[in-house]
């Protein structure tokens, strides 16, 4: 058994870091990485990570 994950044996496009959905639709992964949205394995919305944007995206819905 080896310790390199599967993608990186197969040499696969891929990304180690988690992506982070923010309220705007915006993006963005922990390892500022280039792939693709459907490359990552890991994926969380931005208030997981302490962003406010969610917050003020829906304030201002709201105003």
């Known amino acids: 058994m ?9 040499d696969l496009d ?23 949205d459907g490359l990552h394995s890991f994926a969380v919305d931005c208030e997981a ?3 406010t944007c969610a917050v003020t995206f829906v304030a201002s819905a709201v105003s």
């Open 2 to 10: 080896s310790d390199v994950c599967r993608e990186c044996r197969e």
């Open 14 to 36: 891929h990304c180690h870091g988690t992506l982070v959905h923010h309220a705007s639709f915006f993006v963005e992964c922990t390892d500022d990485c280039a792939t693709p």
């Open 49 to 51: 990570v302490g962003c």
